[in-house]
């Protein structure tokens, strides 16, 4: 028989005997999360709810486990028995699985996409709903690389794309009416290089320290095409040096950024075309964007080290992802539930893909022709559709996404004067002038505004709900359900396990009133 720990107090332990011999000892899920509420309820405690037992040990369940430690903690908790240890494997491994935040293992199964969609909610899929509970404690601040996420990268999309603007207004032809010196674009591109270091080192220490979280990022619908930021980020460096610095550029410079942003496309667009649970049809959003510029971006640079058969390669590639994306973006599919109803600023990556293709095919083919024309015509409308609509810009709170939400503005900026260049008038200088006025400060109130959550209201890293949802959906709130009411009236779900137990064992059902006073 199963050995029942009884409550603390002479008279409610009687009561709780009296009671647990009438009803058996006949093993019940039910009956035995009953028992616990009703030892809490004796002791005059409220039972402690799973996130209030949370411990600062919780988050080593995002933490990075060698084989060896996950090795030793098997050998510690190994049982004599076969069938009880296999037991508590599976046991604990569902548990790690479940999102249990007692279990000490680390998480082990990959969220699945419709999870992602179904706990969370927002254009960003950064708010968590209402009837979602999360593995982490949302009443303490969580350990800084857990709340850095790989949206940071977005810092330097915007920085490293203005560095290839300030270049082209101080170099090119049609904008040197403006008389910009070249020691702007020398030092936004150190002010991008710093910025890029900082954050690859720490993204690196996340990756080291907090895998698991990491994992969680790449399986998020729209996390997951950050993972190209970094890659690009070194083109947008690389195509903005200054020409003090480096008056050419290296053949392996394109090799070192554009083979690990091959890889991820091999995975990623190959979900896609294989469909299943990350279908594009499914998984679309505007932040897909940042997965198609990047062949655009390194086609630009791939013609710009004269390697122009894998720039024209590339090239193709993006235009006919793009074209498919495009598509399924503007159709608003029924499966498709990462588009909200209300505009958001992140429809401005709109911009992006368009703007860059028109430049890369400039420079691949030495002419700003009529298919250059033809995709920045394209951009320059969806940038016009964008602006007229002002509830665009209000009512959305400040976040790091939308640093990427300016180097499109900058991409266009870029498209234009390269379209005053093959199309000189007062009418075209003047369209790049105003575009890249804009476009530069968009990027300098959000830098204001970054240094200002950063430094002084200490609000840009806040918990990042998207990596702590539960993998499976829980039934229920335990902390709020299963327990004595003050009444001391049981609710519906424990008189229906006492019924059902009491049938089992041919003992009728007993009702027992419990005074909490």
């Known amino acids: 028989m199963d050995q029942v720990h ?52 919780t988050y080593t369940m995002f933490q990075t486990r060698s084989p060896m430690s996950r090795l030793s903690f098997n050998s510690r908790n190994r049982d004599t028995s076969a069938a009880a240890a296999a037991a508590a494997t599976a046991a604990t491994t569902a548990a790690a699985v479940n999102g249990d935040p007692t279990s000490p293992r680390p998480l082990e199964a990959n969220v699945p996409a419709g999870r992602y969609l179904d706990a969370l909610q927002g254009p960003e899929l950064e708010v968590l709903k209402e009837s979602e509970d999360l593995l982490l404690p949302t009443d303490q601040t969580w350990p800084f690389l857990l709340r850095f996420p790989i949206n940071s990268f977005g810092i330097v999309l915007g920085l490293g794309s203005q560095t290839i603007l300030w270049k082209k207004l101080s170099l090119m032809p ?45 399986y998020h619908p729209v996390r997951i095409n950050f993972f190209f930021a970094p890659w690009v980020c070194g083109m947008f460096l690389t195509l903005g040096v200054p020409p003090t610095i480096a008056a050419s550029i290296h053949p392996a410079a394109w090799l070192v950024f554009m083979s690990p942003l091959v890889v991820l496309e091999l995975k990623i667009y190959g979900q896609w075309l294989s469909g299943g649970e990350r279908r594009l049809s499914k998984v679309a959003n505007p932040a897909t964007h940042v997965s198609i510029v990047g062949n655009f971006v390194g086609s630009l640079l791939g013609a710009t080290v004269e390697w122009k058969e894998l720039a024209t390669f590339f090239w193709a590639v993006g235009i006919a992802h793009y074209v498919v994306v495009f598509v399924t973006l503007y159709q608003r599919l029924p499966t498709n539930e990462l588009l909200t109803r209300d505009m958001h600023p992140v429809y401005f990556l709109f911009l992006a893909v368009p703007s860059t293709a028109s430049v890369a095919w400039e420079k691949i083919t030495s002419d700003f022709g009529y298919v250059s024309k033809l995709v920045f015509f394209l951009g320059l409308f969806l940038l016009f559709s964008l602006v007229v609509r002002v509830s665009i810009f209000r009512g959305f709170k400040f976040s790091l996404t939308w640093w990427a939400y300016t180097f499109p503005l900058t991409a266009v900026a870029i498209a234009s004067i390269h379209y ?26 959000l830098f204001v505004f970054t240094l200002v959550h950063a430094f002084v209201w200490r609000t840009l890293f806040p918990n990042d709900i ?52």
């Open 6 to 57: 009884e409550p603390v107090g002479s008279k409610q332990s009687k009561n709780y005997q009296r009671f647990s011999s009438q009803l058996g000892s006949t093993p019940n899920p039910d009956l035995h999360r009953w028992r616990r509420s009703f030892s809490g309820v004796m002791r005059r405690e409220e039972p402690l709810s799973p996130w209030k037992r949370r411990t600062p040990d």
């Open 174 to 218: 049609s904008m040197r009416f403006l008389h910009i010196p070249l020691h702007i674009n020398f030092v936004l591109w150190c002010v991008a290089l710093c910025a890029y270091t900082l954050i690859s080192l720490t993204y690196v220490c996340k990756c080291i320290f907090y895998f698991e979280a990491v994992r969680r990022e790449f």
């Open 420 to 445: 005053a260049v093959r199309e000189p008038g007062l009418f075209t200088q003047g369209l790049a002038t105003v575009i890249s006025f804009v476009a530069v400060t968009v990027v300098f109130l």
């Open 466 to 517: 998207a990596i702590a949802i539960t993998r499976k959906k829980r039934r229920g709130k335990p902390a709020r359900k299963n327990i004595l009411h003050s009444s001391g009236s049981f609710d519906k779900e424990t008189n229906q396990a006492m019924e059902d137990n009491s049938k089992t064992r041919r003992v009728p059902s007993v009702t027992i009133s419990v005074g909490c006073s």
